[in-house]
């Protein structure tokens, strides 16, 4: 079999390999020659990730925000291979469906919020919020309001790669520097970060004005023009913000206000990762959609997909005629099984609620024991997400320049040690998954702290710049 060909081979030889052939995503391809190739996974279980070098690390990212379940559960690939080989593949477009889809669908409504009795499946969150576009302003078309065709989103949000999920996305810096972005009708306001934007204000002072940055855009277009604002309830891949007090229920006001619907991207935040099954939970709200992806099948297979609440689905779908819209994998039979699974399973052992009582106070005190670390000017989090946040003078909130150096070096002090951190700029983020003891959340910050030690000691030292070794600007 290719695959045990290729773990077989020899770390170097892989390497190579890789190198001559694959194009990664979000990887600056010189720094990534510079630094030797890149790193080999070969194994993961529970927590933990092994290398093509045997070398162990504790995963406190859960992948890529993911793996909310943890590695290894056979159950799920039992799952795929009892589907695989009874319905392998069928579509689920032309008035067909199959039992993955129909029953996910189901269990879907049962762990949403009241009211959410709809999926639109896609095969990741990018796809997903492009979705939501096209489906906002479809809505906008079916009840009589055409001219509600612009879509709110934040300054440096993430929803995706897709030219419409990074349209959505407030990275103006990079990813709109490349192809063309972002396409019209697409708007971006403040982002609710206190820590970065929030000057001589209060944190409850910031949120507001943060909020109320939302309005005044709304009115600056005309709310008959504004047809949806989407944010996460909690920031992932911008740093781990986790807004002010007074930003979201000011947010959701304005929303109802003015008759723009809300969307809650609940990729990163869905599937219990903020302590609830949705993140729309976590601050109660009341969203219009909300794009799912990730913890849906605890990435062990790709699967995204809309939730569409009943006052929305209902025109579109009573209403609207055909949605001109879908992908040849929407609702593919094997990722909706392992989906089924992983929800499953996350129901039967109670997975969300032993976390949100008992692993989110560990997690959130074990981190904020880091609080007093010199490097450390802030550890904000909420649920199973936290960030560090890094600072030269936590004093005065300054930040280390050139931006991002800092992060960088600390995420590979971090890694030489053992532990998968992502560095965000100078935030350093966890997203461990949600089944993590207290003992391994004990070996999480006990290792980040020696990483801070060690990125503070590489600061200090005059000859040896901060991110020695470290990929420059590279996205963790
Ligand atoms: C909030 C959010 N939305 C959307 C996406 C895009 O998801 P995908 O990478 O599955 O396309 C991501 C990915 O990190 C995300 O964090």
Request: charged content about 20%.
């Amino acid at each position: 079999m290719a695959t045990s060909q290729a773990t077989a081979a020899a770390p170097n030889d892989l390497r190579a390999l890789d190198t001559r052939h694959h194009f990664h995503p979000f990887t600056d391809h010189g720094a990534l020659g510079a630094r030797g190739g890149p790193r080999v996974i070969t194994r993961a279980e529970g927590v933990h990730l092994w290398d093509a070098d045997g070398r162990r690390f504790i995963d406190a990212m859960a992948g890529l925000w993911c793996v909310n379940i943890g590695y290894g559960r056979r159950e799920l690939a039992a799952a795929a291979a009892r589907q695989m080989a009874e319905l392998p593949y069928y579509n689920t477009f032309f008035h067909t469906t199959h039992p993955p889809a129909a029953e996910l669908g189901r269990v879907l409504a049962e762990v949403a919020p009241p009211g959410f009795n709809h999926v639109f499946f896609t095969n990741s969150g990018s796809e997903a919020n492009d979705t939501v576009i096209r489906m906002v302003r479809r809505y906008f078309d079916v009840i009589g309001k055409p001219e509600r065709h612009v879509i709110l989103s934040r300054d440096n949000a993430y929803h995706g790669s897709t030219m419409g999920a990074a349209s959505l996305g407030g990275m103006k810096e990079t990813m709109h520097r490349q192809g063309g972005l972002p396409i019209p009708g697409i708007e971006h306001v403040m982002e609710p970060y206190w820590y970065k934007l929030g000057g001589e204000r209060t944190p409850d002072e910031f949120g507001l004005e943060a909020a109320r940055a939302v309005e005044e855009r709304i009115l600056a277009l005309g709310p008959e023009r504004v047809a949806a604002f989407i944010a996460e309830p909690i920031q992932g891949a911008g740093g781990v913000i986790v807004p002010p007090d007074t930003y979201w229920p000011e947010v959701a006001r304005i929303c109802r206000e003015h008759g723009v619907l809300l969307v809650t991207d609940e990729v990163i935040c869905g599937f219990g990762r903020t302590g609830p099954w949705f993140g729309s939970e976590y601050y109660g709200l009341d969203p219009d959609l909300m794009p799912i992806a990730k913890g849906l099948s605890s990435g062990y297979m790709p699967i995204g997909g809309v939730m569409v609440h009943d006052r929305i689905a209902e025109p579109l779908l009573g209403r609207g005629g055909e949605f001109f819209h879908g992908f040849t994998w929407s609702g593919h039979p094997v990722a909706c099984a392992v989906a089924l699974e992983n929800i499953r399973i996350l129901r039967a052992e109670g997975i969300v609620e032993h976390c949100r009582e008992h692993t989110v106070p560990y997690f959130q005190a074990g981190v904020r024991e880091l609080a007093d670390h010199p490097l450390v000017g802030e550890v904000r989090g909420a649920g199973m997400l936290a960030a560090l946040q890094l600072a030269e003078d936590p004093a005065t909130r300054k930040r280390f320049e050139p931006e991002g150096e800092v992060g960088a070096a600390c995420r590979e002090r971090c890694l030489a040690n053992g532990l998968v951190m992502r560095s965000v700029t100078e935030s350093m983020v966890l997203s461990p998954p949600l089944v993590i003891s207290r003992a391994e959340i004990d070996e999480v910050v006990e290792k980040a702290r020696l990483a801070l030690d060690e990125t503070m000691d590489a600061i200090a030292r005059p000859a040896g710049p901060a991110g020695a070794g470290a990929p420059a600007g590279a996205r963790g």
